[in-house]
């Protein structure tokens, strides 16, 4: 007989790293899919509006524009 927990598979999460490598969101321990990953991503760059680009400590002042494809997705 096959244990029914073994047989699931599990959901898979996902979350969105900044240029520093930290998570963009630090109140989500993931995202249950890539559609919101991106949808939180897309909230977390308003944040760098106002000032206008975001400073990394590795890349320098990223320009707004250019932000989204430092950010890193990842499968937990």
Not at 3 to 21: E, F, M
Not at 24 to 43: F, R, T
């Amino acid at each position: 007989m096959t244990n029914l927990t073994q047989t699931k598979s599990k959901a898979k999460k996902y979350q969105i790293l900044s240029p520093d490598g930290f998570t963009i969101d630090c109140n989500v321990s993931y995202y249950k899919s890539i559609k919101q990953a991106k949808e939180s991503l897309k909230n977390w760059l308003q944040r760098y509006k106002i000032q206008g680009y975001y400073s990394s400590t590795q890349y320098g002042k990223i320009d707004l524009s250019n932000l989204e494809e430092y950010c890193t997705l990842i499968e937990l």
